[in-house]
Structure formats: C-alpha cells, structure tokens
C-alpha cells in the first residue's frame, strides 16, 4: 500500500486545515506504516506557480508548512515529506502525459471553471493543465490509495483515466505502466467554518483574524477569539436537530466535538440547556489544551531553517529513488531514447 497525498503552501496552517486534512494524514501515516506500506506527502509548489504568487513568500510559505505538518505529527522518518520543485520528475512526467490527456477531459473540469470563472482566455495554461500535474504526482510513485475529498474525487477520476488509456496504449495487458490508484475517503471531517459567519469557510484569506484560530496562536488570543465568535442568544439545544438553522452555535459544536474525538450529540448531552457562557469556555480551554503543544513545536521548527532544508532535501532523494523506474519505463513505452 503506497499513499501519495499533497498540499499547496498557502502559509500557517489554521484549525479548518488541521481538522479537514492534516489530522486524517497523521491518522493514515500510522495505520499505514502499521501495515508494512508507505506514505508519501508534499508539498505543492509547482502547483502554486498556476496562478499569481510572490516568489519570495513561495520559498518562505514552504518552509512554514513544512514546519507545521512536522508539528502537526508528520514524522519525516515514518513518511516521505518534500517538496515537488525537488523533484523535477513531476514536472517531467505531466509533459509525457500531456500526449495522453485529452483537451475535453480538462474542459469538463470544474475547478477549472470555478477558478478561471469568465476570463479563461486571460489564466494561465499551467491552471488549465492543472489536473495533469495532479496525474503526474501520484502516477510516478505507483500509488495505490489517494485520500479525496468531495472537490478532489473528479481529479482521481481523471488520473485513473490517464493512466488507463496510456496502459491501453502503450502498455501490454501482462505489465501495465501504471498503477490504477484507489481514491480513499477520510472519515467524515468536521466542516470547519468562520468564527464571524457560519456560512462561509474557515480560511486564511479572510481579511478579518478574529475569523480563525490559527495553530500558532497563543492561549490567550486562542480563548479571546472563541469568547468573541459570532453566536446568537438561544441556548444550546440537546440533540443536533435543535441546531438547524444555528449556523454559528453548529460550527462551534462541531469544532468541540471533532477536537475532542467525539460526536455532536454527545457534546450536547453535556451542554444541552446551557449558554454560550458555559460553552465558549470549555471550548476554548479544549482548543489550547490540544493545539499548544503544535503551536510550540511550529515556533521551535520554524526558527531552524537548516532543519526544515535537510528534511525537504532528504524527502526528495527519497522520493527520486522511488520516481526513477516509472519514469523510466514511460519513456521506454513511448518509444524515447534516453
């Protein structure tokens, strides 16, 4: 069993990331390693370049969520951790795919037109071809399993689709180039959404900090945000039917019931009845019980610059190794002379 997972680096990590992703990625490390496989994470930085960045915050965006998947417990001796701009193979192996991707498959794409929107003639060809990319990157390790989200199942298909038709084309029926990689979904993951609207998603972007908690926030900005998240004057209700139409008091639920491992209704048999006075407090003492020690180990790791530098650079020879034969054999299926 071979996972190959991957994350564009945005900057901190805030708590929706954590929950949403990072958590499960722990949580897969460790069952997999239990089982004899291995796991492979990186981060996206080819990707990145798709659209507008500030190279300068690009290197240093690495660096910072490098620091905090370590933090967050990805162990770079149980995993495979690195960036893909280390391994110029990912880049290799899109272009080798690009024969095989076909032009109507991209257009389909729906990420494609949420993120290109009416001005696609203006975006960039490495948006459009985005998904090949995403092909690229779990095909060259012969992955097995892909953990997808509901926005990310539609590129599994589409690099099932590519590797299929490249087997089909260039393979043989006894040795297939590529491995068909299984999508896994994580158990469900706590939706994590603002603290100042509960309709809309946690996210970096939100001009507003008091909208999320970020993992390197200290404990009092941490309770100072969660006594000032948005709610409404109702009481906490004693089973999760009584919060339809809470969007606000359910994202605040919801956030104490993933941290603590437990479900929504059992957070409200224990606050059922009970104001926000008793809740936020509890909440917030929950949120820096569990994310101090994270917060610490990102602020240690991110002041050591040469550490996070030889953890990439040993992710990516590691990586290289394991690259090396599927590319290889692509450009011997395709007839090149290396």
């Not at 929504?264 to 224990?270: F, P, Q, R, S, W």
Request: net charge negative; glycine share 8%.
């Amino acid at each position: 069993m071979r996972i190959v997972s991957g994350i564009q680096p945005t900057g901190n990590l805030h708590l929706g990331n954590y929950l949403g992703a990072i958590r499960n990625w722990v949580k897969m490390q460790d069952e997999v390693a239990a089982r004899g496989g291995q796991s492979l994470y990186f981060l996206a930085d080819l990707h990145a370049i798709s659209q507008p960045h500030v190279p300068a915050e690009l290197r240093e965006n690495t660096l910072a969520m490098t620091a905090a998947l370590v933090a967050c417990g990805i162990d770079p001796a149980r995993s495979v951790l690195f960036n893909q701009a280390q391994v110029p193979m990912h880049a290799e192996l899109q272009w080798l795919l690009s024969g095989t991707a076909r032009m109507g498959w991209l257009n389909r794409m729906t990420q494609w037109k949420d993120k290109a929107g009416k001005n696609r003639e203006g975006q960039s060809v490495a948006l459009f071809t985005y998904p090949v990319l995403q092909a690229a990157d779990v095909l060259l390790y012969q992955a097995t399993h892909v953990p997808v989200g509901e926005d990310q199942k539609q590129h599994l298909e589409l690099a099932r689709d590519i590797a299929q038709k490249f087997n089909n084309d260039f393979g043989t029926e006894d040795v297939p180039v590529f491995t068909l990689p299984e999508p896994i979904i994580p158990p469900e993951a706590a939706r994590i959404m603002s603290l100042r609207d509960g309709s809309a998603k946690m996210s970096k972007s939100d001009p507003s900090d008091m909208s999320r908690i970020n993992l390197t926030d200290d404990t009092d900005t941490i309770m100072a945000k969660i006594k000032k998240a948005k709610t409404d004057p109702e009481p906490l209700p004693s089973d999760k039917v009584g919060l339809e139409g809470r969007a606000e008091a359910a994202n605040l639920v919801g956030i104490y019931a993933a941290m603590a491992g437990t479900s929504v209704d059992a957070v409200l048999n224990e606050f059922g009845g009970h104001g926000f006075g008793k809740f936020k407090p509890a909440l917030g003492e929950l949120l820096v019980e569990s994310l101090a020690p994270i917060g610490a180990r990102f602020m240690e790791l991110r002041q050591d610059r040469e550490a996070l530098d030889a953890i990439l650079a040993r992710g990516a020879l590691k990586a290289r190794e394991l690259a090396g034969p599927t590319l290889a054999a692509v450009y011997a299926a395709l007839g090149l002379v290396r």
